[in-house]
């Protein structure tokens, strides 16, 4: 019932920048929490950034300074701003959100976008 649509992602060469995209379809007032995971290869998922209701971002550290994450509670939509991309930035990336629907609580996983950070 709630689903998370990603757009963005491709290719960049290190240095570069680009923009990632979510927006969940789930009523609104019911998602808590909404962010972005990656996985690369041979790697277990990893947090990017989270925000949580009335809180601040959570960065992991490797993209602290370089990541931008960006929430609309009202519209179910988060944003993540990738500057200054590095080859270990390679990975699928997933728009993930945390809610409560139906009485219960959920975590759903948008089906990931591929960013390839490569000269």
């Known amino acids: 019932q709630v689903q998370l649509v990603e757009s963005g992602g491709g290719l960049v060469q290190p240095g570069g920048s680009l923009g990632l995209s979510c927006a969940a379809s789930?009523?609104?007032?019911?998602?808590?929490?909404m962010g972005w995971y990656r996985q690369a290869p041979g790697k277990q998922r990893e947090l990017v950034a989270s925000?949580?209701?009335?809180?601040?971002?959570n960065y992991a550290d490797s993209v602290k300074g370089r990541f931008t994450c960006s929430r609309d509670n009202a519209k179910n939509t988060v944003y993540l701003q990738m500057n200054s991309l590095k080859p270990e930035d390679t990975a699928v990336y997933y728009c993930?959100?945390?809610?409560?629907?139906?009485?219960?609580?959920?975590?759903?996983w948008g089906p990931g976008t591929q960013v390839t950070v490569s000269s």
């Open positions: 789930a009523p609104v007032g019911s998602i808590y929490v």
């Open positions: 993930y959100a945390a809610g409560v629907l139906w009485g219960l609580e959920e975590n759903y």
């Open positions: 925000i949580p209701n009335g809180r601040s971002t």
